[in-house]
């Protein structure tokens, strides 16, 4: 058999890398291998509803294997376009009708957080606090006071400062679960996204009113507030892009 015939079955038995390193043997390893049958054979076992057609979808089945064989690497994430600096947050809190919290608060005090706990708090919640999962909290000066059988809820809105935009975050959402271990209730919303992200969607915003035990136990004290998006975003960069993604007005 000649010395041809004998590449021609040798060929297309071979993985991609192999049949690529037989092409640096020698002129004619190289012209034999150029022969788009052995890249189509190579395709058919990685693709084989490419080969169904009577041509490649690219000018040659060479190419198609050259480009997708390997996977891409991963390309490094642009810094996100929003920062702390330039947001604010407004919280407002309700008890029934009555308005118990007003707040602006800077970026910059959420993404510092609270620093120094107050004394009193219990084991699990200073646990929660100084964990190694990224949170946004703020103090609540000064403390107030709810009654756990009135119902508590929670208004956030986000702006940018330049240029002048607000985005919603939660809308008069309720706090209906209360964890009396860890000293937390929880409220949550689900984010509106700019029509630009039709894509992403159930994704939920939650606010934690943090508090201690009162005197009377029908009332916890509240010292605290924690904003997160725990269920997509553990970093201060994934939570600037998500912010980012928000419908803002």
């Not at 015939?5 to 690529?20: A, T």
């Not at 000018?59 to 390309?75: C, D, I």
């Not at 969607?201 to 997160?228: Q, Y």
Request: proline fraction near 7%.
């Amino acid at each position: 058999m000649p010395f041809e015939e004998i590449l021609k079955v040798v060929f297309p038995l071979l993985e991609g890398k192999d049949l690529v390193s037989c092409m640096l043997v020698c002129k004619q390893w190289l012209e034999t291998a150029q022969d788009d049958y052995f890249w189509k054979c190579l395709c058919a076992r990685r693709w084989p509803s490419i080969c169904k057609k009577s041509s490649p979808p690219t000018s040659t089945y060479h190419k198609l294997f050259k480009t997708f064989y390997k996977q891409r690497p991963v390309r490094a994430l642009l810094p996100p376009r929003l920062s702390f600096n330039d947001l604010e947050f407004y919280i407002d809190i309700w008890s029934e009708d009555r308005l118990i919290l007003s707040e602006v608060v800077p970026g910059p005090v959420l993404q510092k957080g609270m620093g120094t706990l107050p004394p009193g708090i219990c084991d699990m919640l200073r646990f929660h606090l100084k964990g190694p999962e990224y949170k946004m909290t703020c103090s609540v000066q000064p403390r107030f006071n709810i009654p756990f059988d009135q119902t508590v809820s929670v208004s956030v809105l986000v702006g940018q400062r330049d240029p002048k935009k607000v985005a919603c975050v939660i809308n008069k959402s309720i706090f209906d679960y209360i964890d009396r271990s860890a000293h937390r209730a929880l409220a949550f919303d689900y984010l509106d996204f700019s029509p630009a992200h039709p894509f992403v969607s159930g994704i939920r915003a939650w606010v934690s009113l943090l508090f201690m035990d009162h005197g009377d136990e029908g009332i916890v004290d509240v010292f605290g507030i924690e904003l997160d998006f725990c269920d997509v975003a553990d970093s201060e960069d994934q939570v600037l892009r998500l912010l980012d993604m928000l419908d803002w007005k």
